[in-house]
């Protein structure tokens, strides 16, 4: 089997930065290895999965590395469970794993990188640092969000029509086809169809259009919602004509 080197910031693409509340700080690589091969899927599915409060350490986490191997929250409230050591019964389960995915040289020091992770967890502290931390990153998510939201709204006018207003919820009303439906008393009546445009915003707070339709939704990127707003129109067409 071979070593199973993780890359730290690719992790944190996922991470929702306008959230994030607790930090957790990795020594060196071959420690942030072990979280990510093996350690934090104990605690979300495996050995600890049915425990209580342990959502606090794989749900929205940042993680980087440092000078110590350290767990930091945003507020104390954030603390749950915090003991997670090694057993033998786990051990003998997944201890040669351990050893060959994470590049240990033998038991001795692939038990002492266990240690290390759970001592921080164990010892996990609110810190003004990461209040800091976490609300610099919120702040760089919303910085993100509003210097794209003019050029998304401009794309609505272009394809909607610049005499349609954006409400302050930020979405928009666009009426697609007009039809008409014939009732069994022989009376027709005139019906619109129409999707809603809203914007949609990832992790890092790039924002996509969020089209409704009916019950389907699509994401669509920035310079290409006439492309998408014209093949809705284009299938509305052929189900109502």
């Excluded at 910085?143 to 003019?150: H, L, M, N």
């Excluded at 809705?232 to 004509?241: L, P, W, Y």
Aim: proline share 0%; aromatic share 12%.
């Amino acid at each position: 089997m071979e070593r199973k080197i993780n890359n730290i910031e690719n992790a944190n693409k996922f991470v929702n930065k306008g959230d994030v509340r607790t930090i957790i700080t990795f020594r060196t690589q071959q420690l942030y290895d072990l979280w990510v091969n093996e350690f934090s899927g104990q605690i979300s599915d495996g050995m600890w999965e049915n425990s209580n409060k342990t959502e606090w350490l794989w749900q929205n986490v940042w993680v980087r590395l440092g000078n110590e191997t350290k767990v930091e929250v945003r507020s104390i409230w954030r603390i749950g469970r915090k003991s997670f050591g090694m057993t033998k019964d786990l051990w003998d389960v997944i201890g040669d794993r351990i050893i060959e995915e994470n590049g240990f040289a033998n038991e001795k020091e692939a038990r002492a990188a266990w240690r290390e992770i759970a001592t921080a967890i164990y010892n996990a502290a609110e810190t003004k640092e990461a209040r800091e931390f976490c609300d610099s990153l919120a702040q760089e998510k919303k910085d993100k969000i509003a210097s794209q939201r003019e050029e998304m709204f401009q794309e609505w006018r272009d394809v909607c029509g610049d005499s349609k207003d954006i409400s302050n919820y930020s979405y928009m009303h666009y009426d697609l086809n007009e039809y008409e439906v014939k009732y069994t008393d022989g009376s027709i009546h005139k019906r619109t169809s129409y999707l809603f445009l809203h914007l949609q915003a990832d992790s890092e707070g790039n924002l996509k259009h969020k089209i409704t339709y009916n019950d389907a939704h699509w994401y669509v990127p920035k310079g290409q919602l006439a492309k998408a707003v014209e093949a809705i129109k284009e299938f509305d067409n052929k189900m109502r004509f």
